[in-house]
């Protein structure tokens, strides 16, 4: 916790010297992965909604152009079973995110409103990992870091001099392999996140 306040306090004292307008952000997420084997007797298990908070800041180099970063707070799940349902198994996963990419703005399309798309990446750190049930030993290990490919689109209305809000939706697209070690027998389990998420929120 000491951690996370204290990289808190470095993105507000950046925001400060910088001119980087900061923000908050709520985000409802449906979280799912990617799980299979190289016997393809592995499969997907459905998918959980979750919620995700955390601090933005985006730095203009332009009118149109903006650098996106922030600190989030990223609840996952690793879900799986096997082809016969002999298995079925389901782990909580939370990261912390530092997200890191380009929002490019369109001209107003109403006063005050402007259209964005986002495209960007990030490091994802694991802070926490729990089965759903105690009894479940196929994943003994998880990778402690991933990294997403981020793509969003949303609209942002500025309500005050020094307040905009902003509403869109963001498909995030995890690129490592978050199995580090498993139970003998299940070695080539790869599991790879996929995030939706509503992103909502206001900058100052």
Do not use: W
């Not at 030993?137 to 500025?158: H, M, N, S």
């Not at 001099?161 to 199995?179: A, E, K, P």
Request: glycine fraction near 8%.
């Amino acid at each position: 916790m000491k951690k996370i306040i204290f990289s808190l306090l470095i993105l507000t004292s950046i925001g400060s010297l910088a001119q980087v307008k900061l923000g908050l952000k709520l985000a409802p997420v449906i979280t799912a992965n990617r799980a299979k084997n190289d016997a393809q007797t592995i499969e997907n298990d459905g998918s959980k909604m979750k919620f995700s908070v955390g601090l933005i800041a985006d730095k203009s180099f332009s009118e149109t152009y903006f650098l996106s970063t922030g600190l989030i707070y990223l609840p996952k799940h690793a879900a799986f079973r096997s082809a016969d349902n002999t298995v079925e198994e389901e782990y909580k996963l939370q990261y912390l995110q530092i997200p890191l990419g380009l929002k490019l703005f369109t001209n107003e399309i109403a006063p005050d409103v402007r259209p964005y798309i986002q495209i960007g990446s990030g490091l994802e750190i694991k802070v926490f990992d729990e089965p759903e049930d105690p009894s479940y030993v196929t994943i003994e290990e998880f990778t402690p870091v991933d990294v997403p490919v981020i793509l969003g689109a949303g609209i942002e209305y500025r309500a005050g001099i020094n307040t905009t809000l902003f509403g869109g939706f963001s498909y995030q697209r995890g690129l490592i392999n978050t199995v580090n070690e498993a139970a003998a027998g299940f070695e080539d389990l790869q599991i790879r996140n996929t995030v939706l998420s509503i992103d909502l929120g206001v900058k100052f």
